[in-house]
Protein backbone atom coordinates (compact mmCIF):
# COMPACT_ATOMS: atom_id res chain seq x y z
CA UNK A 1 0.00 0.00 0.00
CA UNK A 2 1.39 3.38 -0.97
CA UNK A 3 -0.10 6.95 -0.04
CA UNK A 4 1.33 9.52 -2.16
CA UNK A 5 0.33 13.25 -0.23
CA UNK A 6 1.26 16.56 -2.51
CA UNK A 7 -0.24 20.05 -2.02
CA UNK A 8 1.23 21.30 0.93
CA UNK A 9 3.45 24.73 1.13
CA UNK A 10 3.60 27.97 2.43
CA UNK A 11 0.34 29.98 2.63
CA UNK A 12 -0.16 33.42 4.49
CA UNK A 13 -2.80 33.47 7.78
CA UNK A 14 -6.44 33.31 6.19
CA UNK A 15 -5.51 31.52 2.84
CA UNK A 16 -6.08 28.02 1.72
CA UNK A 17 -4.54 25.21 0.57
CA UNK A 18 -5.95 21.72 -0.32
CA UNK A 19 -3.71 18.62 0.09
CA UNK A 20 -4.49 15.16 -2.00
CA UNK A 21 -3.34 11.81 -1.45
CA UNK A 22 -3.64 8.92 -3.81
CA UNK A 23 -3.64 5.47 -2.87
CA UNK A 24 -2.32 2.40 -4.30
CA UNK A 25 -4.32 -0.58 -5.09
CA UNK A 26 -8.02 -1.52 -4.59
CA UNK A 27 -9.87 0.64 -1.34
CA UNK A 28 -12.53 -1.57 0.33
CA UNK A 29 -15.66 0.13 1.39
CA UNK A 30 -14.68 -0.60 4.87
CA UNK A 31 -11.08 1.09 4.86
CA UNK A 32 -10.68 4.26 6.52
CA UNK A 33 -8.74 7.13 5.01
CA UNK A 34 -7.30 10.61 6.21
CA UNK A 35 -4.94 12.92 7.27
CA UNK A 36 -3.08 13.20 11.07
CA UNK A 37 -1.21 16.45 11.51
CA UNK A 38 2.37 16.74 13.97
CA UNK A 39 3.39 20.32 14.54
CA UNK A 40 6.82 21.11 15.58
CA UNK A 41 7.62 20.12 19.22
CA UNK A 42 3.59 18.68 19.54
CA UNK A 43 2.06 15.16 19.37
CA UNK A 44 0.43 14.07 16.63
CA UNK A 45 -2.92 14.61 16.22
CA UNK A 46 -6.23 13.50 14.24
CA UNK A 47 -6.98 15.70 11.78
CA UNK A 48 -10.01 14.34 9.58
CA UNK A 49 -10.92 11.06 8.35
CA UNK A 50 -13.48 9.65 6.02
CA UNK A 51 -15.43 6.09 5.97
CA UNK A 52 -14.66 4.87 2.40
CA UNK A 53 -17.23 3.02 1.62
CA UNK A 54 -20.43 5.31 3.41
CA UNK A 55 -18.42 8.57 3.22
CA UNK A 56 -18.79 10.09 6.85
CA UNK A 57 -16.59 12.11 7.74
CA UNK A 58 -14.87 13.46 11.30
CA UNK A 59 -13.16 16.48 11.98
CA UNK A 60 -10.95 17.21 14.74
CA UNK A 61 -12.54 20.33 16.92
CA UNK A 62 -9.64 22.54 16.11
CA UNK A 63 -10.56 22.33 12.12
CA UNK A 64 -14.43 22.33 12.37
CA UNK A 65 -15.57 24.35 9.89
CA UNK A 66 -12.36 25.13 8.17
CA UNK A 67 -11.28 21.86 6.73
CA UNK A 68 -13.27 19.59 4.31
CA UNK A 69 -12.56 15.86 3.46
CA UNK A 70 -13.72 14.36 0.70
CA UNK A 71 -12.93 11.12 -1.75
CA UNK A 72 -12.96 10.25 -5.00
CA UNK A 73 -13.61 6.68 -5.40
CA UNK A 74 -12.56 6.66 -9.19
CA UNK A 75 -9.02 7.83 -8.70
CA UNK A 76 -8.52 6.58 -5.05
CA UNK A 77 -7.77 9.57 -3.90
CA UNK A 78 -8.57 11.82 -0.74
CA UNK A 79 -9.05 15.50 -0.49
CA UNK A 80 -8.47 17.88 2.65
CA UNK A 81 -9.89 21.09 1.51
CA UNK A 82 -7.84 23.98 4.22
CA UNK A 83 -9.28 27.31 4.66
CA UNK A 84 -8.90 30.04 6.67
CA UNK A 85 -5.66 28.58 7.95
CA UNK A 86 -4.12 29.49 11.03
CA UNK A 87 -0.61 29.84 12.07
CA UNK A 88 -1.28 27.03 14.71
CA UNK A 89 -2.52 24.73 11.83
CA UNK A 90 1.22 24.73 10.78
CA UNK A 91 2.59 21.19 10.70
CA UNK A 92 3.76 17.99 8.64
CA UNK A 93 0.28 16.31 7.11
CA UNK A 94 -0.14 12.69 6.98
CA UNK A 95 -2.28 11.33 4.79
CA UNK A 96 -2.80 7.77 6.84
CA UNK A 97 -5.64 4.44 5.80
CA UNK A 98 -6.64 2.23 7.98
CA UNK A 99 -9.52 -0.01 8.90
CA UNK A 100 -10.77 1.72 12.35
CA UNK A 101 -11.21 5.73 13.39
CA UNK A 102 -8.09 6.94 14.91
CA UNK A 103 -6.24 4.03 14.02
CA UNK A 104 -4.03 4.31 11.16
CA UNK A 105 -2.40 1.19 9.61
CA UNK A 106 -0.32 2.75 7.05
CA UNK A 107 0.80 6.50 6.25
CA UNK A 108 1.94 8.74 3.77
CA UNK A 109 5.55 10.43 3.51
CA UNK A 110 4.09 13.86 4.62
CA UNK A 111 3.65 17.17 3.72
CA UNK A 112 4.90 20.57 4.81
CA UNK A 113 1.83 23.12 5.11
CA UNK A 114 3.20 26.36 6.82
CA UNK A 115 0.85 29.11 8.05
CA UNK A 116 2.57 32.52 8.21
CA UNK A 117 0.96 35.31 10.40
Known amino acids: VQLQASGGGLVAAGGYLRLSCAAS????????MGWFRQAPGKERERVAE????????YYADSVKGRFTLSRSTAENTVYLQMNSLKPEDTAVYYCTRGLNLGSPVYWGQGTLVTVSS
Open 50 to 57: IRWGVGNT
Open 25 to 32: GRIFSSAV
